[in-house]
């Protein structure tokens, strides 16, 4: 079933947006601040090519300077990130078919909100 759901999952965007991700988090490694940043971006590319069968959950030694990274992740409007796939997810739910697409969406705008201190399962 997963496999199902990630072929219609990169059929329906998911892999335009892994690679929207995956270039996003390379140029934010290109300076020595934003390799941190980049590094989750890359990871929300990772988790965008196959989202089914896959969760997120906090880690056991969630620190400060994970805390940290979420606030100055935040205060730099990465939060639109959330934003967005809130707003995919609520149009892929109007069909049936989209609803389990719509969830991962949701799936992946909690994960964007705090990625600092998360893993992916």
């Not at 997963?2 to 140029?27: D, E, H, K």
């Amino acid at each position: 079933m997963s496999f199902i759901g990630n072929l219609f999952w990169l059929i329906l965007g998911g892999l335009l947006t892994a690679v929207m991700y995956i270039i996003a988090g390379i140029l934010l490694c290109i300076t020595i601040i934003g390799i941190p940043f980049g590094f989750q971006l890359m990871k929300f590319g990772m988790f965008a090519l196959a989202p089914f069968g896959h969760e997120v959950k906090v880690k056991e030694d969630f620190g400060c300077l994970a805390l940290i990274f979420n606030i100055i992740w935040i205060l730099l409007g990465w939060w639109e990130i959330a934003i967005i796939h809130v707003v995919c997810g609520l149009i892929f739910c109007i069909t049936i078919i989209g609803i389990p697409l719509g969830v991962q969406h949701f799936k992946m705008a909690f994960y964007s909100l705090m990625p600092f201190g998360r893993e992916i399962v």
